[in-house]
């Protein structure tokens, strides 16, 4: 499989544009600017979870439907150590902990047998019924009731030249960026990392290399899974979504949105993607009168496959050429 | 005595006494779910789902049920009751109501979820005369549409109604009212809007902006900072419990300070809890209830009887969780309606005492009365303003009565 | 696959199968006939979705979308003029197809997930659509629609369905089926022997859509009533994993993919004790079972076991997309 590197300096360019935008309407209005901050922490939580989806389709190209209902599940394990105890702080390492190593054997006990004899779309279907199992799942063990999970961030808000943001927000985009930079830095300096890159792009060398695929493909899980509960324990606080068994159906959406039309080999991609998203939603509804709220769903897809359509591989996605 | 008429008098006794078994038999074969020993009933609710939290519900009045039983059940017998996850789901609500009548063979659809869940399946209950009662849904049509559908029946006061309630205080008591108005853009918020309208009577030219949300949205603050910006100082959210808390928030967070009203269903201590913890200042919230008041007077019999309930038989449930006590409450009336269904209860007998109420249900708030009769068919329609003040509800000013 | 009249096993089975499907219902209850009606709406919707995933190998999670807009279509003309039940199907089917090609034109120009985005985009946009007009729609409130017997459910639900497949059968055998397959198995053979990959995309997904909608209409007729809600992602997804249960590519599997997503998880709703809250505990872990088990689906095993039909692709490569690796 030949690879032809992305080709336009357009979509950096348009970015740039974008950045632009944002700055000079912020700077202009102050409800411009709580829209987009707004916008952008709810975007660092589908990126979050977009670049789970793009860590393991990397290594599979399966999407794994079911990562928004993993994280879900390990934010209730969060809680329920806070509920026996622990800080703050101490429950969210050692969920992130458990998300690592329950990502890792979920992989090579379950996902394994599947990915053994069956194809793409086999390990689709076994994801999705994962969703359905791990969501039933949480809400057999924990029952359906809203819990209150603390945030990291106390409830402060900040007041800038008429406009306010609060520090949950700042800090939501704060630790989504991070978690990815943390992400691109054991990818690009880390033996793991490099031994996964190479193992998702060329399984056979990398095996002679002395890599061990089939370990590398449950640390994908295994880091999808703590991305996974990084974005879970950013949306439990936020009082858009609380912690309950469905609280991350609809961040799901916008994840897989963001990976795909970020372009599904690029975590980078997966982030921009879903900061862009979070924005665009926030900016449709506060600006754009005759897109109805029933409508602001599908408007909002309508534009993401124009992107699609003008870039077809996403906009940091690779096009491939394909072989006879 | 002859043995004549000894003989006749052996006869007779007997007579009577086949007659009465196969009465008893008769009666039981001919009203499903109904045994010596037993009464089935069923219903419908979110388990799994966006509407997963009134999942809380069916556990609670379960519970409830359990203590009855314990206590020797409804004139001996034990309530089974059955309940299945449709999500919310129409088309999971209507086959499995079916199973539930036709396979279950429930005595009544008890409690059923959800406004559409319920339209969805009136037609088939009503036709195939099975009670369908204490519907969990604060639309209207369980009591405006009786004539065409004599066997279902509501529970709760209906949205109209409470936002009547707000309307009439405004206008009464909030004089110089600027009224903003959160709704979800669907029956759900129109219920609520049309209530506030018609209870501002003339006040309602002091709306000064609507602003409208979809159930897909889980981020109202554009909607929040154009009310605003419209120069509210009062704001009616009707809307779902997380855009409630949202909302809340955004308030707070922009610096607003508005008389806020938040409709019942999203009021639960638990929700402003939830909302004070995310930095909204919720002091001066106004809302109804209808439900006794366990937070502060956690003394009376009945705040005991709940707890204690909820600790045996539903251990997981959170007391502050306003949803369960909502459960306890119907399943009480759903008992009281049995016990006075006669001591082999029909549907018939079943829907005859639900319509004639008269009745002092100990987990409403104090002096509020279920009232129904067969062209009245509101269970509830009274309800009392309540304000949050320092972490909790508290009740104040006259109960609003027949606020219709 | 496709069974070859030729053997005269195939035609023995489908004979026997089609038989047996008229005459159970007379040895069930009222209950068990509108089950067997839902699933017939599957059948159809799965025969759908095996269509356009299955022998063209584009894959869609939208097929909800396509059942939402036959099962509208025939709600309001019931509900609000007055239309017999059974006339509304063909206009269903036209809607569908037209929606098919609305749909179809801009995924020409994707492949693989980023199709699959664009069916999902689809699949969350039609219920939104509902809502906004909810006017015509009833909204969330959705329409009401008379009830019917289970026997009648029954009956025209598997009449559909019958119709559906001896239409999938007649297309598939032909020409445009080899032609669907051709660009299933890869596009540059196909379009360098002359099949115009736009039209045969195209034509799959209208046709397909046309049948999802007819199942929609059914859908709507056995539950009497319609709402946004009747049709959400789930219903996608759950068409999505009753076809690859099935086996893609099989007529054959179609049933036996209808059949797990409809009776499996009401079999386990009866077996649950008190409430049904483990239900999606254990369909979840059936579902992911079948997957480890039974890659290619019931339909491989019927073809194991039965040494049905060798044209069934052995291997387990992927029907999605050509990326060629």
């Known amino acids: 499989m030949a690879l032809r590197p992305s080709t336009s300096w357009i979509v950096p360019f348009a970015l740039v544009g974008v950045v632009v935008f944002l700055v000079v309407g912020s700077v202009d209005s102050a409800l411009f600017a709580q829209q987009t901050v707004s916008g952008l922490a709810n975007g660092g939580i589908y990126a979050s979870l977009a670049v789970a989806l793009v860590v ?186 609380l912690l309950q068994p469905s609280m991350m159906d609809g961040v799901l959406i916008y994840a897989f949105a963001a990976a795909v039309v970020g372009g599904l080999e690029s975590a980078f991609g997966a982030v921009v993607g879903g900061l862009l998203i979070g924005v665009l939603l926030n900016l449709l509804s506060a600006y754009v009168s005759w897109v109805t709220p029933q409508l602001l769903l599908p408007v909002a897809f309508v534009i993401m496959l124009v992107v699609l359509l003008v870039k077809p591989s996403g906009l940091f996605g690779r096009t491939r050429v394909r072989k006879v | 005595m002859t043995k004549r008429m000894k003989a006749a008098l052996v006869l007779a006794v007997l007579a009577v006494a086949a007659a009465a078994v196969s009465a008893a038999f008769a009666a039981s074969a001919r009203t499903p779910g109904v045994t010596a020993k037993t009464i089935t009933i069923g219903g419908t609710f979110p388990l799994t789902g966006p509407a997963a939290l009134y999942g809380v519900i069916p556990k609670a009045e379960a519970a409830y049920f359990k203590y009855v039983n314990s206590k020797g059940g409804v004139h001996g017998r034990k309530i089974i009751f059955k309940y299945y996850d449709d999500g919310y789901n129409p088309a999971n609500t209507v086959p499995l109501t079916k199973k539930l009548v036709e396979q279950d063979h429930v005595f009544a659809d008890y409690g059923s979820l959800g406004t559409a869940p319920n339209l969805a399946i009136r037609g088939y209950l009503n036709k195939a005369k099975v009670p369908h009662v204490l519907v969990a849904t604060g639309d209207s049509y369980w009591a405006t549409q009786a004539k065409v559908y004599p066997w279902t029946i509501g529970f709760q006061p209906d949205y109209p109604g409470e936002s009547r309630v707000y309307g009439q205080f405004i206008r009464n008591k909030v004089p110089q009212a600027k009224i903003g108005i959160l709704m979800q853009d669907d029956a759900y918020g129109k219920n609520y809007y049309d209530g506030l309208i018609q209870g501002l009577g003339p006040a309602a030219s002091k709306v000064v902006d609507v602003e409208k949300y979809d159930a897909t949205q889980t981020d109202v603050s554009s909607q929040i900072v154009k009310l605003k910006a419209a120069g509210a100082n009062v704001v009616a959210i009707f809307a779902l419990p997380t855009q409630t808390i949202t909302a809340l928030v955004v308030i707070t967070k922009i610096g607003w300070h508005p008389t806020a009203f938040i409709n019942n269903v999203s009021a639960s201590p638990l929700f402003m809890a939830l909302a004070q913890k995310s930095g909204a200042n919720v002091d001066g919230d106004i809302s109804a209830t209808y439900l006794q008041d366990t937070i502060n007077n956690p003394k009376t019999a009945a705040a005991i009887l709940y707890k204690s309930i909820l600790k045996k038989y539903d251990p997981g449930a959170d007391p502050n969780d306003a949803n369960n006590l909502y459960g306890v409450a119907s399943a009480w009336t759903l008992v009281k309606a049995l016990e006075d269904s006669g001591k082999t209860p029909t549907r018939s007998s079943f829907m005859s005492a639900l319509t004639h109420m008269n009745w002092k249900n100990p987990f409403l708030y104090p002096g509020l009365k279920m009232l129904t009769t067969p062209k009245e068919r509101f269970p509830i329609d009274q309800q009392i303003l309540e304000q949050y003040k320092s972490g909790a509800w508290h009740p104040f000013g006259h109960v609003f009565s027949k606020a219709r | 696959m496709r069974p070859k009249p030729a053997t005269l096993a195939g035609l023995v089975v489908t004979l026997a199968v089609a038989a047996a499907i008229a005459l159970i219902p007379f040895a069930l209850s009222n209950y068990h006939r509108s089950t067997g009606a839902d699933v017939a709406v599957f059948f159809v919707a799965i025969l759908a979705l095996n269509i356009v995933t299955g022998y063209t190998g584009q894959i869609s999670i939208g097929h909800g979308a396509f059942m939402a807009i036959g099962g509208y279509a025939t709600a309001i003309l019931t509900h609000d003029h007055g239309w017999n039940d059974i006339a509304t199907l063909p206009i269903a089917a036209i809607c569908g197809f037209i929606a098919g090609v609305i749909v179809g034109v801009p995924a020409l120009r994707f492949q693989g997930v980023y199709l699959a985005l664009t069916t999902f985009a689809v699949a969350l946009a039609v219920p939104q659509l509902a809502k906004n007009y909810s006017h015509l729609t009833g909204g969330t409130e959705g329409l009401a629609l008379p009830t019917h017997t289970g026997m009648w459910l029954y009956g025209v639900g598997w009449a559909v369905a019958a119709v559906m497949f001896a239409i999938a059968w007649l297309l598939l055998r032909g020409r445009t089926g080899r032609a669907f397959r051709a660009v299933r198995d890869s596009e540059i053979a196909a379009a360098s022997s002359g099949v115009t990959l736009a039209v045969y995309k195209t034509v799959s997904f209208g046709i397909s859509a046309g049948m999802a909608a007819v199942a929609g209409s059914v859908y709507v007729l056995v539950n009497n009533f319609v709402n946004p809600d009747v049709f959400g992602l789930t219903l996608s997804l759950y068409i999505l994993i009753g076809a690859v249960v099935g086996g893609l590519g099989s007529l054959w599997g179609v049933l036996a993919g209808a059949c797990f997503i409809q009776l499996l998880p009401i079999a386990l709703t009866t077996g649950s004790v008190g409430s049904s809250q483990s239900v999606p505990v254990v369909f979840g872990a059936v579902v992911i079972g079948v997957m480890a088990l039974l890659p290619l689906g019931a339909a491989n095993l019927l073809r194991v076991a039965l040494h049905f039909g060798s044209q069934w692709r052995q291997h387990s490569d992927t029907p999605l997309g050509t990326e060629g690796r």
């Open chain 1, 56 to 241: 393991i389709y990397r290594a599979t190209e399966v999407i794994n439907f079911a990562q928004g209902a993993l994280a879900t599940f390990t934010t209730y394990v969060a809680w329920q150590l806070i509920t026996w105890g622990l800080s703050y702080w101490e429950a969210f390492l050692a969920t992130l902990a458990v998300a690592f190593v329950g990502g890792f054997l979920l992989e090579l006990v379950v996902i394994r047998q599947v990915e053994r004899r069956g194809n793409v779309l086999t390990v689709v279907i076994a994801a999705i019924g994962l969703l359905i199992l791990v969501e039933g799942a949480t809400g057999w063990i924990w029952g359906n009731g809203i819990k209150f999970v603390p945030s990291p961030f106390p409830a402060h808000f900040y007041h800038l030249g008429g406009a306010t943001f609060s520090l949950q927000d700042i800090g939501t985009i704060g630790i989504s960026l991070a978690s990815v930079v943390v992400l691109w830095g054991f990818f690009q300096f880390t033996k793991a990392g490099l031994g996964m890159r190479a193992a998702a792009v060329r399984p056979e060398a990398a095996r002679l290399v002395g890599v061990r695929v089939s370990w590398m493909l449950s640390l994908g899980w295994a880091l999808a899974a703590v991305l996974g509960a990084i974005a879970g324990l950013l949306a439990a606080p936020n009082p858009s979504y």
